[in-house]
Every structure is written in C-alpha cells, then in structure tokens.
T-cell receptor
C-alpha cells in the first residue's frame, strides 16, 4: 500500500529565509505527487503536482518541488518565505489503481517569524 | 468554475443525533471524493463516486456513515447516531487527474 511521510511536524523560519519541506513516499509504480497548502479552518489548495517529465516542477506562490526517484522524495522549496506562507503543508501520492484517490502525509506546520 | 462548495461550514450536534453534509462539486467533474481530517492529521480517504456510482469505501466508513450522489451531481454524507469520535473536518473534493477541495464542514459532537 502507498504511504507518505513528512518527517517534520513543525518548522519555523524567519521571513525572507529559504524553506525546504521534506516528503518521502512509498508507491510501487511511477508516482503522481502533489503538494497542497491549508490555512486554518480552510480546505486544501493545490500548490503543484508532478506526473512525469522534468523532475523540478514549479507551482503557485513561488514554490517549487523536486522529484528524486532514487530517494523516493518530493521536497517542497521556496527561496524566500513571506509571512503569508504560514500554514499547514501536505504532500500526497495518488493511487492510480484505486480511483485516483490521494494518500496524504501527516502535514508540516510552517510558522514564519518576522 | 465556482469551485467545490460544501454546506454547512460548521455543525455542532449532540451525541446520538444524525447529521447530513452536502457537497457540490465542480460541474464538469465526474469523480467526487469524501475525506475526513482530524486535528493535526492529514486528510484520510472515506469514499468516492464516479458519476452516481459509489466505487470505493474506506474501512473508516462504519455502518453509521452513508454517502450518496444522486444523478451524479451533488453528494451528501450522512452520519447516524453521532459519537464524539466523529468530530472532525469533512472534506469534499472533485476532479480526475487533480483533486480540487472544498473548504470543508467542521463537525463537533458534544
């Protein structure tokens, strides 16, 4: 069965600093990978996705992620964090054999210091 | 495209009562999904529909839970005889290759 691990439950960075959120997945075939962001009390907004091709994908709000098959990782990065980026971030892998349902990691809560 | 809409946004109910949530997906999406999210956790899959057919249900979906999608448009999720452990955010999503989520219904069972 597929699974997603986000090793960091909380991360605090200073505004303007760079950010990397880690995601490791387990999936038997070529993974389709996603990053979503969730503000308090809200639903999930798609940041970016990887299906195939270039392993460095660009998303909204200045985020990017790199797929590394050898490390089973799909880490999210941003060169300069803004206070409005404070939120919870979820990595997910799609099960292509079960109705395209997503399996999510436990999330990483990002706090931004002024 | 008005996005995925869920109603109500918040529901407070007493243990033992029945509750029903509604989800209106993005109109052209054939697939509709329900997820549950408890505090500090990632969303967990409950069930999904392809048009009006319910094709998969998670083991999380006990006998007290039922979901419908009549005519393949909106969907409802009903929880009968609610328990305190049902307190969670219930998220609806629609889409095929990429899922688009609604803002959820937060259920509190007292």
């Amino acid at each position: 069965a597929q699974s997603v691990t986000q090793p960091d439950i909380h991360i605090t960075v200073s505004e303007g600093a760079s950010l990397e959120l880690r995601c490791n997945y387990s999936y038997g075939a070529t993974p389709y990978l996603f990053w979503y962001v969730q503000s308090p009390g809200q639903g999930l907004q798609l940041l970016l996705k990887y299906f195939s091709g270039d392993t460095l994908v660009q998303g909204i709000k200045g985020f990017e992620a790199e797929f590394k098959r050898s490390q089973s990782s799909f880490n999210l990065r941003k060169p300069s964090v803004h206070w409005s980026d404070a939120a919870e971030y979820f990595c997910a892998v799609r099960n292509n054999n079960a109705g395209n349902m997503l399996t999510f990691g436990g999330g990483t809560r990002l706090m931004v210091k002024p | 495209d008005t996005g995925v809409s869920q109603d109500p946004r918040h529901k407070i109910t007493k243990r033992g009562q029945n509750v029903t949530f509604r989800c209106d997906p993005i109109s052209e999406h054939n697939r509709l999904y329900w997820y549950r999210q408890t505090l500090g956790q990632g969303p967990e899959f409950l069930t999904y529909f392809q048009n009006e057919a319910q094709l998969e249900k998670s083991r999380l979906l006990s006998d007290r839970f039922s979901a419908e999608r009549p005519k393949g448009s909106f969907s409802t999720l009903e929880i009968q005889r609610t328990e305190q452990g049902d307190s969670a955010m219930y998220l609806c999503a629609s889409g095929d290759l990429t899922l688009h989520f609604g803002n959820g219904t937060r259920l509190t069972v007292t």
